[in-house]
């Protein structure tokens, strides 16, 4: 990867284990390193004592690797940046893993009301929330509007078989909102290509965790209260063979005029949300599909968010400002799905 700047939208917590493990003569092998612009995290129970390190760490870089030579919008070479860069409205050949993310970011697309979607950069630039920007001022509603012609999933990409294609040339794919949980997902086959059953992985506020902690229990996640520069925890959450993201509007805003202007952006107004929801958290079964539906419940709201939920069986938590509360409160509201997981 090229030089970028490191971001994360980490929003949980792995609460402390008592590492029983050691005790019964197993081998913990914790990981971390820096990927796509943010940093990585394994832990990972070797039953057998017998995974060198070094290697399982040199596997896990080389698949991260891979991922970014195909989705990184930072590194000028991948191809999800050749295809941003080209104008050409014709179908432009992709490899089978890019292939795999358009295609489940499409379907989120469709699924969340066209919430999900990874045509948005130009507002997101619009906006000062890209990479290195800072912003202290709204756009005019003319600029909002010209942008927009190039915006929508809908309305200016196509997703077919092993190609991408541009309806609008100067249509460009942001692939954040979706690619680190891929990533996470690709690590875990990694692990398991070693023998490993029992592991965490996190990259950047995406996780999966398969089996148990060292414990001989389902991994416990503490899911940060939505305050910025809190570290506080709502609600703790089992998690086994699972994957898991969190989207919050607390840490990357701007105000003016009295008014609070989130990073999490509506695409089809082009404007930062103005609903009460604070926080998302999605378990689903790989972190690709957490990833997505957690931005894409985030821009919905709880109200329509949780209909889709409970229509599509998906397990989310969604957190809301207490705007009843003198101090400022939260008030949780779970999907019946999620519901279920933890009881």
Request: hydrophobic fraction near 40%.
């Amino acid at each position: 990867m090229t030089s970028q700047p490191l971001f994360s939208r980490r929003s949980f917590l792995v609460m402390p284990l008592a590492l029983a493990a050691c005790k019964k003569g197993w081998s913990i092998l914790e990981l971390t390193g820096l990927t796509m612009g943010t940093s990585y995290s394994v832990a990972a129970i070797d039953h057998s004592k017998s995974v060198d390190k070094s290697e399982l760490q040199a596997a896990i870089n080389a698949s991260l690797v891979q991922v970014n030579t195909q989705m990184s919008n930072w590194d000028a070479g991948s191809e999800i940046s050749r295809f941003n860069a080209s104008a050409s409205t014709q179908p432009f050949a992709v490899s089978s893993e890019l292939a795999s993310v358009m295609q489940a970011a499409q379907d989120v697309h469709v699924a969340s009301d066209g919430r999900f979607d990874v045509t948005l950069g130009g507002l997101i630039d619009l906006w000062g929330f890209g990479a290195g920007q800072t912003k202290t001022a709204a756009p005019t509603d003319a600029q909002i509007a010209e942008v927009m012609e190039s915006t929508g999933h809908a309305n200016t990409l196509r997703v077919a078989g092993g190609s991408l294609q541009k309806l609008q040339p100067g249509t460009e794919v942001y692939l954040s909102a979706i690619g680190k949980g891929f990533g996470v997902d690709q690590v875990a086959r990694t692990i398991e290509s070693f023998g490993i059953q029992d592991y965490m992985i996190e990259i950047g506020g995406d996780l999966y965790t398969a089996g148990l902690n060292p414990d001989g229990m389902p991994w416990q996640i503490g899911i940060e209260t939505p305050v910025a520069h809190d570290r506080g925890v709502q609600q703790v959450v089992s998690v086994s063979n699972l994957g898991m993201a969190t989207s919050g509007d607390y840490r990357n805003y701007f105000e003016q005029d009295g008014m609070r202007y989130s990073h999490i952006l509506d695409g089809t107004t082009g404007r930062p949300v103005t609903h009460k929801t604070a926080s998302v958290t999605v378990l689903t079964e790989n972190a690709m599909l957490a990833d997505a539906w957690a931005t894409a419940m985030l821009v919905l709201g709880t109200e329509r968010g949780l209909e889709i939920a409970n229509e599509r069986n998906l397990a989310v938590l969604f957190i809301d400002r207490d705007a009843d509360s003198a101090q400022k409160g939260f008030v949780t509201t779970p999907s019946a799905a999620f519901t279920a997981l933890q009881a």
